[in-house]
């Protein structure tokens, strides 16, 4: 049901009965004029006798946000779509003897906008148990347990001295206020028959006639504060045997001095945490330019409907953050659980599961998971992922008893802790891909590949802002090992790496990749220049590899973004450079290239810019000067004069050479023919590749800037800030740059967490001198199934390691056709 915490408020909707309801009230008048009622039991008496619905105080609303699975009528709507065989046919059509949905989402009423009852019953007793309780709570943990006992003493009463069953499965004369116990056959769900569910229809052989068989059960003294708030939540739950759900008693909104759907669902709970504030969560915010979700209703509540089958369409609706599934008939939660990544709340109590999918170690979000008096032996490790999990409730279930010590014990951040630290992992995946995209033949000698990585630091790689991942996978000298081994593997002839402190770069990649022919090139960001060199040995960077049997290093610049910026002259007296890019001391790596064969000479570029969402300008800015001081270092190189010594000192695998020709074992070394270097009319004409993490989504202000050349100096993403002539006149820069996975649409993401899933680094060339012939493809999308996020232990970094293969323009080798031995017999005889 839609906003599940709106859906009992006073005047919510009309109610209509159907002719059977109506005999059923006639019934219970008779009953009632015969054993008058008394106390609570005679103001529920008498509002039930009210034939109309109270008035609504909701006001008109015209929804146009993703279709509720009940709302009616509607053309989109999928109950109206069922009555023409669409794809909820089987939840809304099955055979059930009384027509009309008992399901209602969102609450909120509008003009032609007609909701079928749901829980008449359960409302009038809300109203009545807010007026006899003085309107407190009995949310777990804030409710009295002395609350609790008074609310179960005084339904106990009330079933003996009216007879009135289903009430915790007592037993009656089979009368029962809540209509919806059985009426719903199939809301999301399987087959339910009947009006009224029998006493015992939710019983379980754990929990004979509603009283847990736990040994911690509400009978004995709780041993702690967490084994008691359990019990509170499990007594809570039981509760909506014959009430509101727990969540909808608990919401302010059930408060009759409230504006029934005055917030229409939008209003934040009162006890509700902020994101931990994770780095993901932040890039999501900024490279998503949007605002909060504008979904209406975020809620489902099928609670009491006897479902035994939940239906796939339900994990269409990726956005619920509720979803209550409890006092069902259920035996199997679908692994399509997965998909509802947003849950923040979920209740599967009161059914008949015997396990958990792994799955369900993809609801990162989930603060509650409540599964209360189901059939449970034993939890999967991947539960362990749930590391903002606030309440597992497992009473009532038949529980490994060493896993249950240690939820009884310590709670169920312990619980959580234990499980994802001891687990074992996914599966490995599965090789990801190589692209070809263009199947040309090639020189090798004009061929070169690009590796860039953003590694994330190990200062950053914390369990607070990665708590679904195993401490062990976090630790540096795990994931180093395992970007090591990645490099390796890849073996391409530059290496980009960003997030690299100086220590690891001097103590562990530089002398590691010595080893594979390969030199290095590391500045830190500005701020180390500040701090003494023990303090800046931990300050992050850019470092850029290459390999010396391949490549000259000509030359390597730093730029310094923040410093750059503040000596322009056209920035002097703005505000906004100083209060907004000074204090960022992001830097570039410039590095310039010839290849020792080709004379062929390349620009690579290595850079990590600002992260901040609400710093989208500086981001632009940043990217505006980096753009401006490579073009200035192009004309320089441009005219750079030729190379003369291109013998690397030494062989790809180290060993010596003799003066024979031959190396240490005898081998001969065919002598290569080096050609000179190239020459260049500009700057632009040099080749040039791009590395950056850019915390920039597609369509942002900085892919703009850099795909197309240009940028608007009334761009969305600069504001109303003022940059001297870039917020003027507009940035430009000359080169024709194209991001290397634009050949295949980019990646679906290079940044995979819970909470920010999407393409932000990049690797660009320039189109002019450069072509794309092969790509590293995509991460195993089975494989992602099951991972939340990284890192993890195969992906050591929260990023995604991006490769390109290039082949420098103008130099396609020229393939001759074989015709075999007959065509080398005629070239023979015509040279002879």
């Given at each position: 049901?839609?906003?599940?915490?709106?859906?009992?408020?006073?005047?919510?909707?009309?109610?209509?009965?159907?002719?059977?309801?109506?005999?059923?009230?006639?019934?219970?008048?008779?009953?009632?004029?015969?054993?008058?009622?008394?106390?609570?039991?005679?103001?529920?008496?008498?509002?039930?006798?009210?034939?109309?619905?109270?008035?609504?105080?909701?006001?008109?609303?015209?929804?146009?946000?993703?279709?509720?699975?009940?709302?009616?009528?509607?053309?989109?709507?999928?109950?109206?779509?069922?009555?023409?065989?669409?794809?909820?046919?089987?939840?809304?059509?099955?055979?059930?003897?009384?027509?009309?949905?008992?399901?209602?989402?969102?609450?909120?009423?509008?003009?032609?906008?007609?909701?079928?009852?749901?829980?008449?019953?359960?409302?009038?007793?809300?109203?009545?148990?807010?007026?006899?309780?003085?309107?407190?709570?009995?949310?777990?943990?804030?409710?009295?347990?002395?609350?609790?006992?008074?609310?179960?003493?005084?339904?106990?009463?009330?079933?003996?001295?009216?007879?009135?069953?289903?009430?915790?499965?007592?037993?009656?004369?089979?009368?029962?206020?809540?209509?919806?116990?059985?009426?719903?056959?199939?809301?999301?769900?399987?087959?339910?028959?009947?009006?009224?569910?029998?006493?015992?229809?939710?019983?379980?052989?754990?929990?004979?006639?509603?009283?847990?068989?736990?040994?911690?059960?509400?009978?004995?003294?709780?041993?702690?504060?967490?084994?008691?708030?359990?019990?509170?939540?499990?007594?809570?739950?039981?509760?909506?045997?014959?009430?509101?759900?727990?969540?909808?008693?608990?919401?302010?909104?059930?408060?009759?001095?409230?504006?029934?759907?005055?917030?229409?669902?939008?209003?934040?709970?009162?006890?509700?945490?902020?994101?931990?504030?994770?780095?993901?969560?932040?890039?999501?915010?900024?490279?998503?330019?949007?605002?909060?979700?504008?979904?209406?209703?975020?809620?489902?509540?099928?609670?009491?409907?006897?479902?035994?089958?939940?239906?796939?369409?339900?994990?269409?609706?990726?956005?619920?953050?509720?979803?209550?599934?409890?006092?069902?008939?259920?035996?199997?939660?679908?692994?399509?659980?997965?998909?509802?990544?947003?849950?923040?709340?979920?209740?599967?109590?009161?059914?008949?599961?015997?396990?958990?999918?792994?799955?369900?170690?993809?609801?990162?979000?989930?603060r509650e998971l409540l599964m209360f008096d189901n059939n449970l032996e034993t939890l999967p490790y991947e539960l362990g992922s749930l590391y903002q999990l606030e309440m597992l409730g497992i009473e009532g279930n038949p529980l490994n008893e060493d896993l249950k010590s240690i939820i009884i014990e310590n709670g169920t951040s312990e619980l959580i802790k234990f499980l994802r630290d001891n687990a074992q992992g996914p599966e490995p995946p599965s090789e990801r891909d190589w692209i070809v995209t263009d199947e040309t033949q090639h020189l090798d000698e004009d061929k070169f590949s690009v590796f860039s990585y953003n590694t994330l630091c190990d200062k950053y790689c914390t369990q607070s802002q990665y708590g679904y991942t195993p401490a062990a996978a976090l630790e540096w000298e795990h994931r180093r090992q395992v970007i090591l081994d990645e490099v390796r593997a890849r073996g391409g002839e530059i290496i980009c790496l960003q997030e690299v402190d100086q220590d690891s770069f001097n103590e562990f990649f530089r002398p590691a990749l010595a080893h594979n022919d390969y030199k290095g090139v590391f500045w830190p960001k500005s701020r180390a220049r500040t701090m003494t060199e023990r303090e800046a040995k931990q300050v992050d960077g850019c470092a850029t590899f290459y390999k010396d049997s391949k490549y000259i290093l000509l030359d390597k610049q730093l730029i310094d973004i923040a410093r750059t910026a503040i000596n322009r002259p056209d920035m002097k007296g703005e505000q906004d450079i100083f209060n907004r890019v000074m204090p960022r001391?992001?830097?570039?790596?410039?590095?310039?290239?010839?290849?020792?064969?080709?004379?062929?000479?390349?620009?690579?570029?290595?850079?990590?810019?600002?992260?901040?969402?609400?710093?989208?300008?500086?981001?632009?800015?940043?990217?505006?000067?980096?753009?401006?001081?490579?073009?200035?270092?192009?004309?320089?190189?441009a005219k750079w004069p030729a190379c003369t010594d291109k013998k690397p000192w030494r062989f790809t695998n180290g060993d010596a050479k003799n003066e024979d020709g031959t190396d240490t074992e005898g081998n001969g070394k065919e002598e290569v023919v080096m050609r000179p270097s190239m020459e260049y009319s500009s700057g632009s004409s040099i080749p040039l590749v791009l590395c950056i993490d850019s915390n920039s989504l597609p369509g942002s202000g900085v892919y703009d800037l850099i795909s197309s050349g240009t940028l608007s100096h009334a761009h969305p993403d600069l504001g109303e800030r003022k940059y001297g002539a870039f917020t003027r006149e507009g940035m430009t820069h000359p080169f024709a740059l194209k991001s290397a996975y634009g050949a295949v649409g980019e990646l679906s993401f290079t940044n995979y967490t819970p909470a920010f899933t999407g393409v932000i680094d990049y690797i660009w060339y320039s189109t002019n001198s450069l072509q794309v012939t092969g790509l590293l493809g995509e991460v195993d999308p089975e494989y992602l199934k099951r991972v939340p996020g990284f890192p993890n232990w195969h992906f050591p970094s929260d990023h995604l390691a991006l490769m390109a293969e290039f082949v420098v323009k103008g130099r396609a080798k020229k393939v001759e056709a074989d015709f075999g031995d007959g065509g080398r017999d005629r070239d023979r005889g015509g040279r002879s």
């Open positions: 049901m839609a906003d599940g915490q709106y859906r009992f408020q006073h005047g919510a909707s009309p109610f209509f009965y159907s002719h059977q309801q109506q005999t059923q009230g006639q019934q219970h008048q008779l009953h009632q004029q015969q054993h008058p009622p008394h106390g609570r039991a005679a103001a529920v008496a008498s509002l039930q006798q009210r034939t109309g619905s109270p008035v609504s105080s909701r006001s008109s609303y015209k929804f146009t946000d993703t279709p509720s699975p009940t709302r009616s009528p509607g053309a989109r709507s999928p109950a109206a779509a069922a009555a023409q065989g669409g794809p909820f046919a089987a939840m809304f059509n099955a055979a059930n003897h009384q027509q009309g949905q008992h399901v209602m989402m969102n609450g909120a009423g509008s003009t032609g906008h007609r909701f079928m009852h749901m829980n008449l019953a359960k409302q009038f007793q809300q109203q009545q148990h807010q007026g006899q309780h003085g309107g407190q709570t009995h949310h777990p943990g804030a409710a009295a347990a002395a609350a609790a006992q008074q609310h179960q003493d005084h339904h106990t009463g009330h079933a003996a001295a009216a007879g009135h069953g289903g009430h915790l499965g007592g037993a009656g004369h089979g009368h029962q206020h809540n209509l919806s116990g059985g009426a719903t056959g199939h809301a999301f769900g399987g087959a339910g028959h009947g009006y009224g569910a029998p006493a015992n229809a939710h019983a379980h052989p754990h929990m004979p006639n509603g009283t847990p068989g736990s040994i911690h059960s509400v009978l004995s003294k709780p041993p702690n504060e967490h084994w008691a708030h359990q019990l509170h939540y499990a007594e809570n739950a039981r509760t909506t045997l014959t009430l509101t759900h727990a969540h909808a008693r608990s919401h302010p909104s059930t408060s009759r001095s409230m504006a029934a759907g005055a917030n229409n669902g939008m209003s934040k709970e009162a006890g509700e945490k902020e994101e931990r504030n994770r780095a993901g969560r932040d890039v999501a915010a900024d490279v998503d330019g949007t605002s909060a979700d504008e979904q209406v209703w975020k809620s489902l509540d099928f609670g009491t409907q006897n479902i035994k089958v939940i239906a796939p369409p339900l994990f269409n609706y990726t956005f619920l953050t509720k979803l209550y599934f409890n006092n069902n008939k259920l035996t199997v939660i679908p692994p399509a659980i997965g998909r509802l990544r947003n849950l923040r709340e979920l209740d599967f109590s009161l059914n008949q599961i015997h396990e958990l999918p792994p799955e369900i170690g993809m609801l990162t979000n989930l001391d992001d830097i570039a790596i410039v590095t310039f290239f010839e290849n020792r064969v080709t004379g062929s000479r390349m620009i690579v570029v290595n850079t990590h810019i600002f992260w901040d969402p609400l710093y989208k300008d500086v981001k632009v800015v940043q990217t505006a000067i980096l753009m401006e001081q490579v073009n200035k270092l192009a004309e320089k190189y």
